[in-house]
């Protein structure tokens, strides 16, 4: 049975944003982001997980952003969903990822309100059940967003989504926080040694991110450069155990999880992620605007960021040689001009306020469409 559509009342919409978790991630910072980007008086951000992770709560908390948890079976949890969205009082259901898409379009239905969701990266080969339900579930949606081209092109050609119901809008990120210290500095405050040359990357130590590749790489490259790796997770036992196997221990420095990014990226000369699949990595944005060179893996959309030779360096996923031959190439004037062409492209396209807009230029649409729905007189 349908939940009656929520009265609309004078004063801004607002807008669910429904994700996994609000656990620290390039996810959750986009969502954190976008929330506080959002022009209040039109819009009014409520964030709901279906997890508890809430480790990143407290900055929600200090943007007066409202926080919710909705949990429950996969069964009964499109009908939570949908009874919360109804006593908040919630006009439009955004979702992160096609996995809270899956409960959320449902619910959002049931409660009388347009949805739409954002496709952050392309869907791994373990979600391959969800890759099925797509096309139909997709279908409750008033739209589609992938945060990049590539995502695009593996929801039309392998998801079976209908072109024209995919749209890009780039992640953005606040350019001026990025590039500010100074790398002595930045150094000095991390402990990090002030003489070596300094590849790092930020990312959850999982195995999406295969830094076991890099680490390899390291143990084959000059023994100048030192490894620095910021991030936590599942893996961090396995992979400081391998470092030491491979006899690199001391040139890999593990910083656990981290608030203070740009200070991270201000101490490195390049920066490389080495992923196995990817949407448009937070962390490469905040990379190119703190001026670092990227070598990166060549996935989803990577290639839309990082353009070799002018940028930095794409490898193939999962090509030990061709990083280490790209680590090479990391000479002092590469770098140098590879991060200064990152750095103006970050400024150029990947701002918080162009994303920000264009999430609300298609909340607005999304909006007027349900509105044309309805029938005179509701």
């Known amino acids: 049975m349908l939940f009656r559509s929520p009265k609309q009342t004078p004063g801004p919409v607002r807008v669910a944003l429904l ?5 620290w991630g390039g996810l959750e910072r986009v969502v954190y982001d976008l ?4 022009d209040r008086a039109r819009f009014e951000p409520v964030c709901v997980t279906t997890s508890a992770d809430q480790a990143m709560g407290s900055l929600f908390d200090a943007a007066g952003i409202a926080r919710h948890v909705v949990s429950g079976s996969p069964l009964t949890l499109p009908w939570r969903l949908a009874g919360w969205l109804k006593r908040e009082r919630i006009g439009l259901l955004h979702a992160h990822n096609f996995g809270r898409y899956f409960h959320g379009g449902p ?12 496709e952050h990266s392309n869907l791994r080969p373990d979600e391959r059940l969800l890759w099925r339900a797509q096309p139909w579930v997709s279908r409750l949606a008033s739209t589609v967003i992938a945060d990049a081209a590539g995502v695009r092109e593996v929801l039309i050609a392998h998801h079976g989504l209908a072109p024209e119901r995919v749209s890009v809008i780039y992640n953005g990120i606040d350019l001026p926080a990025y590039g500010l210290l100074d790398q002595a500095t930045a150094r000095a405050e991390l402990g990090l040694p002030a003489e070596a040359r300094l590849l790092g990357t930020v990312a959850r130590l999982a195995p999406v991110k295969n830094q076991a590749l890099l680490l390899r790489a390291l143990a084959r490259v000059d023994a100048d450069w030192h490894l620095v790796m910021a991030g936590d997770g599942e893996l961090r036992g396995e992979l400081e155990a391998l470092a030491a196997e491979l006899a690199i221990a001391p040139r890999v420095h593990f910083l656990g999880r981290r608030d203070d990014v740009p200070r991270v990226l201000a101490a490195l000369d390049a920066f490389i992620l080495t992923s196995v699949s990817e ?3 937070i962390s490469v944005l905040e990379a190119m605007a703190a001026g670092l060179p990227v070598v990166a893996t060549a996935v989803g959309g990577l290639a839309e960021l990082v353009a070799p030779e002018r940028t930095g360096l794409l490898v193939p996923s999962q090509d030990s040689d061709a990083l280490v031959a790209a680590i090479a190439r990391l000479t002092p004037e590469a770098c140098l001009a590879w991060g200064q062409a990152g750095r103006a492209e970050a400024q150029s396209r990947f701002s918080l306020t162009a994303m920000v807009d264009a999430y609300q230029s298609v909340y607005d649409r999304c909006l007027a469409g349900r509105r044309n729905e309805r029938p005179p007189g509701q």
């Open 35 to 38: 929330a506080r980007g959002l």
């Open 107 to 118: 619910a959002a239905r049931l409660a009388g309100i347009p949805s739409l969701y954002t």
């Open 19 to 23: 994700s996994h978790s609000l656990g």
């Open 279 to 281: 949407g448009l990595p």
